[in-house]
T-cell receptor, first 111, second 118 residues
Framework: KQEVTQIPAALSVPEGENLVLNCSFTDSAIYNLQWFRQDPGKGLTSLLLIQSSQREQTSGRLNASLDKSSGRSTLYIAASQPGDSATYLCAVWGNTDKLIFGTGTRLQVFP | DTGVSQNPRHKITKRGQNVTFRCDPISEHNRLYWYRQTLGQGPEFLTYFQNEAQLEKSRLLSDRFSAERPKGSFSTLEIQRTEQGDSAMYLC????????????????FGPGTRLTVL
């Protein structure tokens, strides 16, 4: 059974810092991995999707990497801003035709 | 706005009552998913539809839960005889599946319906 773990559970940093959020999964037989952002009380916004054949994806200040063999992904946020404050969720898509989510990393960026 | 919409956004009910939620997916999307998210946890899969066919249901979906997508467009999720443990955010997502193995489609999520059972 696929399990997804995210570390740290919470993170508080000053504005301008570069951040690394970690995601690990137990079954490496995945087709893709997605990173989502969730603001309090809101739905999810897809940030990046990495196919299993890819090593990384970039969008603006965000860069996500995938090491399928070791069951790990990282989300790198450059030059963090208060507007980046949210919960970041990673999710994997395997052969079960559904997304399996981690519990998220709650990020607070203070001015 | 052509994104995924959900109604109502908030629902407060008393234990034992029935509730129904609606999800309107992005119009050309053939897949529709329901997830449940409790406080401090990631979303958990409940069920999904390919057009009007319900292809999978999680064991989280007890007999009190039923979902439909009658014409392959909007979907409803009904909870009968609600319990306090049903309190959660119910999220809907849609995607366009090309029929290829591997789920390469991106899921787009709605804002969710927050259910509180008193």
């Amino acid at each position: 059974k696929q399990e997804v773990t995210q570390i740290p559970a919470a993170l508080s940093v000053p504005e301008g810092e570069n951040l690394v959020l970690n995601c690990s999964f137990t079954d490496s037989a995945i087709y893709n991995l997605q990173w989502f952002r969730q603001d309090p009380g809101k739905g999810l916004t897809s940030l990046l999707l990495i196919q299993s054949s890819q090593r990384e994806q970039t969008s603006g200040r965000l860069n996500a990497s995938l090491d399928k063999s070791s069951g790990r992904s990282t989300l790198y946020i450059a030059a963090s801003q208060p507007g980046d404050s949210a919960t970041y969720l990673c999710a994997v898509w395997g052969n079960t035709d559904k997304l399996i989510f981690g519990t998220g990393t709650r990020l607070q960026v203070f001015p | 706005d052509t994104g995924v919409s959900q109604n109502p956004r908030h629902k407060i009910t008393k234990r034992g009552q029935n509730v129904t939620f609606r999800c309107d997916p992005i119009s050309e999307h053939n897949r529709l998913y329901w997830y449940r998210q409790t406080l401090g946890q990631g979303p958990e899969f409940l069920t999904y539809f390919q057009n009007e066919a319900q292809l999978e249901k999680s064991r989280l979906l007890s007999d009190r839960f039923s979902a439909e997508r009658p014409k392959g467009s909007f979907s409803t999720l009904e909870i009968q005889r609600t319990e306090q443990g049903d309190s959660a955010m119910y999220l809907c997502a849609s995607s366009l599946n090309w029929g290829l193995a591997g789920g390469t489609d991106t899921q787009y999520f709605g804002p969710g319906t927050r259910l509180t059972v008193l």
